[in-house]
């Protein structure tokens, strides 16, 4: 029994990817990252603003790839970061030529103009998509948010689009305040799986609604974090903070953990436990998903009563 998967028509030894992060910023940590048994590896992102302003930014992410992608056996895959229009595809076009498999759009759009128009937010995405599969002739993902006002319109939309896959989320922007220094602190933190709840839930949901691969990020610590994400439906399973937190070598722990669960429970491969609790098709889909709620809130109202 092997872990063998696919995302984004690639084939994976593992559902487990390595996110964006610091650990894939260079060769070696690239390397460790692979040796460590992940199925693929995210690149740290490389932001819009660094694309069209730092042109040293730009020919390093790109000797990076280039030098980076024959020394592993796992796919490369680059991570652009904006949240504009612009500077994508010519980008786009590069990183394909240096090496990379596939690509990651996270288009990040952070409260700025609180008059911008949620359509306006979301045909963003749409064009972003549509410009970058222009040029070039990779696998292109999506990174969403959570905060969108219909995350499975969007979703939808983008996968009719032509996205061979949607990275369900990626972690907003959400600066702390000091108030020692009465300033607002921008350190950031690890996931925890209490986070990865929202996540499953909207891979649950999409789960056979779409065609192309889904991918389920944060709040990843545990082979049972990573087992959840599959029962709800996603093809991988993205983590970074477990990586930083554990080290490259905890995927192959992940690894190891998840196949355990598979063997000890019969079933025969991961394929037999992908979306086993996803949101079923068909039906009053609102009503399920509304009786599914009120029975949680009541639940939790008789727990809390009886202590």
Known sequence: MDLMTRYLGLPLRSPI???ASPLSTWVDGIRALADGGV??????SIFAEQIRSEPEVRAAYLRLVEQASPLVDVPLIASLNGSTRGTWPSFAAEVEQAGAAAIELNVHI?????????RDVEQRHLDVLSRVRASTSLPVAVKLSPYLSSVGELATALDSAGAAGLVVFNRFFQPDIDLDLLALSTQPHLSTP??????RTWVSALRGRVQGSLAGNTGVDTAEDVVKYLLAGADVV??????LRHGPGHAQVLGDGVLAWIKARGFEDVDAIRGLLATPLGGDQLARARAGYVAMIQQGARAYLTE
């Open 110 to 118: 952070p409260p700025g103009d609180v008059r911008t128009h949620a």
């Open 238 to 243: 993205m983590t970074a903070s477990a990586l």
């Open 17 to 19: 990817v390595a996110a």
């Open 194 to 199: 209490d986070e990865a709840r929202l996540s």
């Open 39 to 44: 199925g693929a590896i995210v690149l740290s």
